[in-house]
Every structure is written in structure tokens, then in C-alpha cells.
């Protein structure tokens, strides 16, 4: 017998005291974990306690008991320019400088849209004895509704006006 080999040393066992045997309520049984029967069975009736992950993607609809009942309004729309004959490439270089804009306020919404037509209407006296205008754009006519319904349209934009340089919201400012 070979004595000189033979080294002791205490272990630390990092196992836990089942040896061996595993809890598997651990484990989430996520879409592609489990047996083809329990994926069977999920497909047919899910049970709330395992939830179906769908890994970001949201539902267009919702269940009525086992019916699936979708919303058209809940499924995405993409809109995407035609790029033909676009100059630019598809990506920005590191090499860009980092733009700061400054913080845009109710104060300067104001400006750059009301602003100028009611500069125009009191220089040329269209405004009435309490400062409603005479002659009303088609944007002073609509509604609250009107306009929030405008407004959530896709595509609309509310600056049509060409951008000025950065810093300035109007060359004349009354403030």
C-alpha cells in the first residue's frame, strides 16, 4: 500500500442533499422546454401556472374563452418610405458630432405655430374686441376632437413650416 500518495483534504460538496434528484418546478417550461405531450397540452388548453412566452412579440387580439378574437386596430402597420434614387447610406459613421437640442416647451410650440398669424391678424386689425380673429385659418376653426383625431393620424407631421437653424424658433422673438 502506497502511503505516500495519498493526500487528505476536505471537500466542500456544493450539491444539496438529495443527491442527485432535481426539483424540477425550477425549470419554466418555456415553448420549446418539456415533453411533446406537455407541448400538446398547451397548445390545447395552457395552464396559467407555465405562461406561453412570446419572446417581445405582443397580441393582436385577446381569447374569448378558447376563441381567439383579433383586433385589426392592435396589428402593426408599417410604413416605409420608397428609397429610390436616395443619395444617403443606410447608416451614421462614429465620426458625427453629438448634437444637442435644447429642451422644447409649451412656450415655444407657441411660437413656431400661433405665433406669426397672431403677429399678422393684429398688425392688420383682424382681430376682434376680444382677440378672437375675424378671419379664422382652417386650423383655428377645428375642434378639440377634430384636431386630436388630426393629430393621431400615421405620417402627420405638426411642423410644416422649413426648420429654422438650431437655437432659434423665431427670428423676431416678443418674449
Known amino acids: 500500500m502506497s502511503v505516500a500518495n495519498l493526500i487528505i483534504t476536505r471537500g466542500i460538496s456544493t450539491s444539496c442533499a438529495r443527491y442527485g434528484k432535481r426539483n424540477f418546478r425550477k425549470f419554466t417550461l418555456i415553448n420549446k422546454r418539456g415533453t411533446r405531450i406537455f407541448k400538446k397540452m398547451q397548445a390545447e388548453d395552457p395552464d396559467p ?64 405655430v400661433y405665433a406669426n398669424k397672431i403677429r399678422e391678424d393684429y398688425n392688420k386689425g383682424k382681430l376682434g374686441p376680444n382677440g378672437e380673429p375675424l378671419e379664422p385659418s382652417p386650423e383655428e376653426l377645428l375642434t378639440p376632437k377634430e384636431a386630436r383625431e388630426l393629430a393621431s393620424k400615421p405620417g402627420n407631421d405638426i411642423f410644416t413650416a422649413p426648420p429654422k437653424p438650431a437655437g432659434t424658433i423665431m427670428p423676431q422673438d416678443p418674449r
Open 49 to 112: 401556472r407555465y405562461p406561453i412566452d412570446k419572446r417581445g412579440v405582443r397580441d393582436v387580439g385577446y381569447m374569448d374563452g378558447k376563441k381567439f378574437v383579433e383586433i385589426p386596430e392592435m396589428i402593426p402597420e408599417l410604413i416605409v418610405p420608397n428609397l429610390e434614387g436616395f443619395k444617403l447610406k443606410p447608416y451614421v459613421t462614429y465620426k458625427v458630432t453629438e448634437v444637442k437640442n435644447e429642451v422644447f416647451t409649451a412656450e415655444d410650440l407657441f411660437y413656431s
